[in-house]
């Protein structure tokens, strides 16, 4: 075997080890999930339960794995298609599982239309929303922030906790493989979480970075390009007419997002309670500033699509 062939043979058998553990462990999953429903009154129902935390935690580090393998081999792929970021952050703090954390949103009513790979950055938000509950105190409330860059380019998506916080000595290491901090002590990971997350932003075009709150805890936050036509309407406006009242004249209205147009690119416990809290645009800006300035008001959506080159704020 050649020098230059090594490293694919490796990548390759890689893939069939992932692929051949995969199938027996979404089988012992599923035997496992069902047997403790059955058996929640007897004795061995919590053995079966602790068996299908067993099988679902194997798999995810496998599913880890088989992403640092399509990072390092280049072929992680994104299917790019125009999302509303704010529903999707909606809908998957709702769907976790997160402790006794209760979320509270922000930005989340007004939908903001980006180019991205839904399944790929609902991923992202996920690891996200479970590293914040991980570190933070029992009761305490992971923060969320949906929102527009400084310079009306890029959207971008806040997770804030509450716990002990990043020590200063261990920021450079916090992306890298297997990297785990002195706080993780007594938790459950593989340190692949971020490194991933990073990468797959990376490949939309944003950036993945680690903030420090004034008020303590951690902060992570992400970029992402807004799709040509800045921002979709507000949920306010999606809603049939008969439904509105007058308070929904309040809600700004936003332009319709481009035409839909998919490209693949390459690189190298308990729900949660969900509150809300909306924010609107300056009314002065609604005629003469471009779309990726502001929200404009109107009692219908307007056609045609603004051109525009997303890039991400720094």
């Given at each position: 075997?050649?020098?230059?062939?090594?490293?694919?043979?490796?990548?390759?058998?890689?893939?069939?080890?992932?692929?051949?553990?995969?199938?027996?462990?979404?089988?012992?999953?599923?035997?496992?999930?069902v047997?403790?429903?059955?058996?929640?009154?007897?004795?061995?129902g919590p053995?079966?339960?602790a068996?299908?935390?067993?099988?679902?935690?194997?798999?995810?580090?496998?599913?880890?794995?088989?992403?640092?393998?399509?990072?390092?081999?280049g072929?992680?792929?994104?299917?790019?298609r125009?999302?509303?970021?704010?529903?999707?952050?909606?809908?998957?703090?709702?769907?976790?599982?997160?402790?006794?954390?209760?979320?509270?949103?922000?930005?989340?009513?007004?939908?903001?239309?980006v180019?991205?790979?839904?399944?790929r950055?609902?991923?992202?938000?996920?690891?996200l929303?479970?590293?914040?509950?991980?570190?933070?105190?029992?009761?305490?409330?992971?923060?969320?922030?949906?929102?527009?860059?400084?310079?009306?380019?890029?959207?971008?998506?806040?997770?804030?906790?509450?716990?002990?916080?990043?020590?200063?000595?261990?920021?450079?290491?916090?992306?890298?493989?297997?990297?785990?901090?002195?706080?993780?002590?007594?938790?459950?990971?593989?340190?692949?979480?971020?490194?991933?997350?990073?990468?797959?932003?990376?490949?939309?075009?944003?950036?993945?970075?680690?903030?420090?709150?004034?008020?303590?805890?951690?902060?992570?936050?992400?970029?992402?390009?807004?799709?040509?036509?800045?921002?979709?309407?507000?949920s306010a406006e999606?809603?049939?007419?008969?439904?509105?009242?007058?308070?929904?004249?309040?809600?700004?209205?936003?332009?319709?997002?481009?035409r839909?147009?998919?490209?693949?690119?390459?690189?190298?416990?308990?729900?949660?309670?969900?509150?809300?809290?909306?924010?609107?645009?300056?009314?002065?800006?609604?005629?003469?500033?471009?779309?990726?300035?502001?929200?404009r008001?109107?009692?219908?959506p307007?056609?045609?699509?603004v051109?525009?080159?997303?890039?991400?704020?720094?």
């Amino acid at each position: 075997m050649s020098p230059r062939s090594a490293p694919r043979a490796r990548d390759d058998y890689l893939s069939l080890v992932i692929h051949e553990l995969r199938n027996p462990l979404v089988g012992i999953d599923a035997a496992a999930r069902v047997l403790a429903r059955e058996l929640a009154s007897h004795p061995v129902g919590p053995r079966a339960a602790a068996i299908a935390a067993e099988a679902r935690h194997l798999l995810e580090l496998l599913e880890s794995l088989a992403d640092v393998e399509s990072i390092e081999s280049g072929r992680l792929r994104s299917v790019l298609r125009p999302i509303d970021l704010a529903a999707l952050v909606r809908e998957t703090a709702l769907a976790m599982h997160i402790g006794d954390h209760p979320v509270a949103l922000r930005g989340g009513d007004v939908a903001i239309a980006v180019r991205a790979d839904d399944r790929r950055i609902r991923q992202v938000i996920k690891n996200l929303l479970a590293n914040a509950a991980q570190y933070s105190p029992v009761g305490t409330t992971i923060e969320v922030t949906v929102g527009i860059g400084a310079r009306r380019r890029a959207a971008t998506v806040e997770v804030r906790d509450h716990g002990p916080g990043i020590p200063p000595l261990e920021r450079r290491k916090l992306f890298r493989k297997f990297a785990r901090l002195s706080t993780a002590e007594g938790t459950r990971g593989s340190g692949l979480g971020l490194y991933i997350c990073r990468r797959i932003v990376a490949d939309h075009g944003g950036e993945l970075r680690a903030g420090r709150p004034s008020g303590g805890g951690s902060a992570f936050s992400f970029t992402l390009p807004l799709a040509e036509g800045s921002v979709m309407r507000s949920s306010a406006e999606r809603r049939p007419a008969r439904s509105r009242n007058r308070s929904a004249a309040s809600v700004p209205a936003l332009p319709s997002p481009m035409r839909s147009r998919s490209r693949t690119r390459r690189s190298p416990g308990p729900h949660p309670q969900l509150t809300a809290e909306g924010e609107t645009a300056d009314p002065r800006q609604r005629r003469r500033s471009p779309p990726n300035a502001g929200m404009r008001q109107e009692s219908r959506p307007t056609r045609g699509n603004v051109a525009g080159r997303p890039a991400e704020d720094k």
